[in-house]
């Protein structure tokens, strides 16, 4: 593990489970992540980027925009049963429910092919970051996720990195995690295994060498008879027990961006916002143009797309 970088420590973190686990981890299994300040510079970002396998720019968008789309998407999803009556969308309330789950995933799939939703990800301060960053005109994968955290919900992303899921390409790809809205730690943001950059490399490397006879078309697949799930697992805290790392967790605002590469480990906490808060963000993939492009990921998101 690489040594612990500075973090922020702006508070104490509240008791934190993710997948039905407890995150009740031994000192030192548990942390704030690094953010970046903006005016670092693209070389010192990018050595950032090289050291930690992520780079977190705040308030890199500007908040108002990015809290008028929460509300976009939200008013659009209120059909659903998924918000409180009576509410601002844009506060994103968790009604009593039943949501309606099948509604739910179609106005997804609608969302995702919005024009606003590609603008939105297309945002001049994002694709402005990734022309210096590449030092390329940057490409944007058309597969674009767009996720909810509801309060309350179990179910959380498990352990993995991005890699497992984007083979059929460069891996010199890069993750934008951006929040919808301020996504506290209690609305359970993504969080990072640190110095787990390193790990993902020698797992994919072994990988490749486990996966060698299978058929090209077997081997890009998350799911195979090598690799049995795309994911490490969902209990985090034996994860970081036997890496020996942190958990790093953040309170992302609306505005900020977080940039990880294919190779980090990461996963979600469940959101236990006492206000009922959503937790909405979008993950979507950019490299350069001229780097080899996996070509499953460009047709829109859908919820039986098997990616
Ligand atoms: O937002 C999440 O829960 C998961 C996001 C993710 O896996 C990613 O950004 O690659």
Redesign the pocket.
């Given at each position: 593990m690489a040594g612990a970088p500075a973090e922020v420590r702006a508070r104490a973190l509240p008791p934190l489970e993710s997948n039905g686990v407890a995150l009740d981890m031994a000192p030192g299994r548990l942390g704030w992540l690094r953010p970046s300040e903006r005016d670092l510079g693209i070389d010192a970002l990018r050595e950032r980027f090289r050291q930690d396998g992520y780079v977190w720019l705040r308030g890199l968008l500007d908040p108002a925009e990015v809290r008028a789309f929460r509300g976009k998407v939200l008013e659009a999803l209120a059909g659903t049963g998924l918000l409180a009556g009576g509410t601002d969308p844009a506060e994103g309330i968790l009604g009593p429910g039943p949501v309606d789950g099948r509604a739910l995933g179609a106005r997804l799939a609608e969302i995702v092919r919005w024009a606003a939703y590609e603008a939105f990800c297309m945002a001049a301060p994002v694709v402005r970051f990734y022309e210096d960053f590449f030092g390329a005109p940057p490409f944007l994968h058309k597969r674009k996720?767009l996720?909810i955290?509801r309060p309350g919900d179990v179910h959380?992303?498990g352990a993995?990195y991005?890699l497992v899921y984007l083979r059929g390409g460069t891996d010199r790809l890069c993750?934008s995690?951006i929040p919808i809205g301020d996504a506290s730690v209690e609305m359970g943001g993504?969080c990072y295994l640190e110095g787990s950059d390193a790990f993902g490399r020698e797992l994919e490397a072994r990988y490749a060498r486990e996966a060698a006879h299978l058929t090209p078309a077997l081997r890009l697949q998350a799911v195979n008879s090598v690799m049995t799930s795309g994911w490490l697992g969902k209990d985090l805290r034996t994860l970081a027990e036997q890496m020996g790392g942190r958990w790093l967790v953040a309170d992302y605002r609306a505005g900020d961006m977080v940039v990880?590469s294919p190779f980090m480990i990461?996963a979600?906490t469940r959101n236990v916002d006492p206000d009922r808060r959503i937790r909405l963000?979008t993950?979507i993939r950019y490299q350069s143009v001229r780097d080899e492009i996996d070509p499953r990921w460009q047709n829109h998101w859908a919820p039986d797309d098997g990616l």
């Open positions: 996720l996720r955290g959380c992303t993995h991005d993750t995690w993504l990880h990461h979600s963000s993950d």
